[in-house]
């Protein structure tokens, strides 16, 4: 079956503190892999992709993601958390771009605060 | 301003009263598609639609229906809610289902079936 796993419920650090989400996979072919952060009564907003080429991936408000294809994992790391950045992120994974209506598949999300 | 609206927002309502969620994008975005998000379980697709009058179950379609009669509009209904449909709904769409592209997700409708 595939599925996406975000192992920590909730991550807890500092600001100026460097953080990390941590996200595993498994699916069968080339994974297709995003992270979306969701803040309180909003929707969810896309962060940044991997398609393919460069293991690190940049992507907004200063996030970026490492692929690692071995260890099936697409981790979000920012250098100098932010008390903003406290929220609610998933982590998502695209089996097959060539499937039509590929859904994404979701993990169950890490909440991520950050104290002043 | 690019986006995808939904309304309402919030609907508390009572089992087997039939109702619909609307979603709209203006982005001229072929695939839409619903969301249920709840706690411990992560967002779950619904139904999608590749573009026009095509849809299709996701996940979890029990329960609900859906309709694509135009491209900007995919509205969700649950013909006879009951308690277990409590939740948080997204609607999302991108530009195509066949590339993977970012989804770009509305505000969020939260249904409470009482």
């Known amino acids: 079956a595939q599925s996406v796993a975000q192992p920590e419920d909730q991550v807890n650090v500092a600001e100026g503190n460097p953080l990390t989400v941590k996200c595993t996979y498994s699916v069968s072919g080339n994974p297709y892999l995003f992270w979306y952060v969701q803040y309180p009564n909003r929707g969810l907003q896309f962060l940044l992709k991997?398609?393919?080429?460069?293991?690190l991936v940049k992507g907004s408000y200063g996030f970026e993601a490492e692929f690692n294809k071995s260890q099936t994992s697409f981790h979000l790391k920012k250098p100098s958390a932010l008390v903003s950045d406290s929220a609610l992120y998933f982590c998502?994974?695209?089996?097959?771009?060539?499937?039509?209506?590929?859904?994404?598949?979701f993990g169950k999300g890490t909440t991520l605060s950050v104290s002043s | 301003e690019a986006q995808v609206t939904q309304n309402p927002r919030y609907l508390i309502t009572v089992t087997g009263k039939k109702l619909t969620v609307t979603c709209s994008q203006n982005m001229n975005h072929e695939y839409m598609s619903w969301y249920r998000q709840d706690p411990g379980l992560g967002l779950r697709q619904i139904y999608y639609?590749?573009?026009?009058?095509?849809?299709d179950k996701g996940d979890v379609p029990e329960g609900y229906k859906v309709s694509r009669k135009e491209k900007r509009n995919f509205p969700l209904i649950l013909e006879s809610p009951s308690p277990n449909q409590t939740s948080l709904y997204f609607c999302?769409?991108?530009?195509?289902?066949?590339?993977?592209?970012?989804?770009?997700f509305g505000p969020g409708t939260r249904l409470t079936v009482t």
């Open positions: 998502a994974v695209s089996p097959s771009f060539r499937q039509a209506g590929t859904a994404l598949i």
């Open positions: 999302a769409s991108n530009p195509t289902g066949n590339r993977p592209y970012e989804q770009y």
């Open positions: 991997y398609i393919t080429g460069d293991n």
């Open positions: 639609s590749m573009n026009v009058e095509v849809t």
